[in-house]
């Protein structure tokens, strides 16, 4: 059974940071891409960041660059999202994403709320 689990979402003053993770089950991690998408009230699901199987190519939104940070360790099935200087406009459900070839699964989401 696939399980993508996310976790260390919550409420932040702006300014501050969180690192999201991603527990993944039922699959073989080290063969997908990871991503992180995110989705605002009211908005479409955004792509926040993509890492590759290996791990040897980023991909970032143009709003997050410098800011947020995509790693993995294939050790753990885990994928993390290292969000810093966090701003109002980065509250949203944030998903964990598994890509390969035609397979694609995502997690169950977690909330990012900035605000003081």
């Known amino acids: 059974q696939v399980q993508l689990v996310e976790s260390g979402g919550g409420l932040v003053q702006p300014g501050g940071s969180l690192r999201l993770s991603c527990a993944a089950s039922g699959f073989t991690f080290s063969r997908y891409a990871m991503s992180w998408y995110r989705q605002a009230p009211g908005k479409e699901r955004e792509l926040v960041a993509t890492l590759t199987s290996a791990g040897g190519s980023t991909n970032y939104a143009d709003s997050v660059k410098g800011r947020f940070t995509i790693s993995r360790d294939n050790a753990k099935n885990t994928v993390y999202l290292q969000m810093n200087n966090l701003k109002p406009e980065d509250t949203a459900v944030y998903y964990c994403?598994?890509?390969?070839?035609?397979?694609?699964?995502w997690g169950q989401g977690t909330q990012v709320t900035v605000s003081s």
């Open positions: 994403n598994a890509r390969r070839w035609q397979y694609v699964y």
